[in-house]
């Protein structure tokens, strides 16, 4: 999995530094395990705080409008971190006019997925809620003393994402992940059409 370089922190921290920017949105530790809270860095020392592994769901593009909005002269200059799904609702908020590409500086993250605490649950058998002690090493996803292949608790969207790399970026960091292209991008909905009325209404209960 990817992490935070050092060189991508130095370059977040000389925009904020330098008045480039003046918030920066990103990912830090959070309280609930495996999954990571956003983060606005607004002076450099606090760019430790900033994270990068598999627990950083969140799409922090729904930030921008809000933020830019907000401040003197226009609204603030904001960086911010996507991966490469987020990256499309970067897109989309530029062409509707939401966002202003002069004032926003662009972390790009490789991401090869993120991963589903609720898939680690049914792995385990506990609801998720349960889980404590839980984090990410490397490939893996340790919960106790059980390991898990982190590729095999990934969202499943992650697993049918066709931009894991970004499309949009001042800077980039990662791996580069090869999107293959699907042979039935709709599989997800056909699995869902096939069931019975009675299994369709289980699944809707489950995901409530």
């Known amino acids: 999995m990817n992490v935070l370089s050092e060189e991508i922190r130095k370059q977040i921290a000389t925009w904020l530094a330098n008045g480039e920017i003046d918030v920066f949105i990103g990912y830090e530790r959070g309280t609930v395990p495996l999954r990571a809270t956003p983060a606005f860095i607004r002076t450099p020392e606090e ?10 769901e969140n799409n922090l593009a729904a930030f921008l409008p809000t933020l830019m909005r907000q401040g003197p002269g226009g ?9 490469g799904c987020d990256a499309r609702a970067v897109v989309g908020l530029l062409q509707e006019g939401q966002v202003q590409r002069e ?11 993120v991963v589903d605490v609720r ?16 984090h990410i090493e490397g490939d893996e996803v340790v919960v106790g003393s059980v390991r898990l292949a982190l590729a095999e608790v990934l969202h499943r969207v992650c697993r049918t994402c066709t931009q894991h790399n970004p499309n949009i970026y001042d800077v980039v960091f990662g791996d580069e992940v090869t999107d293959e292209p699907l042979e039935d991008p709709f599989a997800h909905v056909h699995a869902i059409e096939a069931l019975s009325d009675d299994e369709r209404w289980q699944r809707f209960e489950q995901e409530l």
Not at 47 to 56: G, K, N, Q
Not at 75 to 83: A, H, I, L, R, S
Not at 108 to 113: H, M, T
């Open 47 to 56: 760019v430790e705080r900033l994270i990068w592994d598999a627990s950083c």
């Open 75 to 83: 609204g603030q200059k904001v960086g911010v971190m996507v991966k």
């Open 103 to 113: 004032r926003l500086h662009i972390v790009g993250v490789r991401c090869p997925g």
């Open 119 to 134: 898939q680690v649950a049914e792995r385990l058998r506990v609801p998720a809620d349960d889980i404590e002690d839980a």
